[in-house]
């Protein structure tokens, strides 16, 4: 398994905007009592990205963008895997 941290930084606008809104299109937020408007979801993941609340991970198995909470337990696990073979990858 190699999954990718990718900074978004690195993304133009364009693709970033892109990858944000395919994540709120799929994903089934709770945003609470009231539904938030597709602008106020992209505002929000937009902002938990550039703030590093939120980090955004490209898997190359499956080819696919994802975004995470950075304190999010799938995430700490997926980042440890990855560490763990990069540091298996340069030992040998």
Excluded: C, W
Excluded at 13 to 23: C, K, P, R, S, T
Excluded at 60 to 75: G, M
Aim: aromatic residues 6%.
């Amino acid at each position: 398994m190699s999954v990718h941290k990718i900074p978004v930084n690195k993304l133009s606008l364009e693709a970033l905007q892109g990858v944000i809104e395919e994540f709120i299109s799929r994903n089934g937020t709770d945003y609470g009592e009231v539904e938030a408007s597709a602008d106020t979801k992209f505002r929000q993941v937009k902002q938990k990205l550039e703030t590093g609340s939120a980090v955004l991970i490209f898997d190359d198995e499956t080819e696919t963008t994802n975004i995470f909470l950075a304190d999010d337990p799938v995430f700490r696990k997926l980042d440890a895997l990855t560490r763990n073979q990069k540091g298996k990858d340069t030992s040998g």
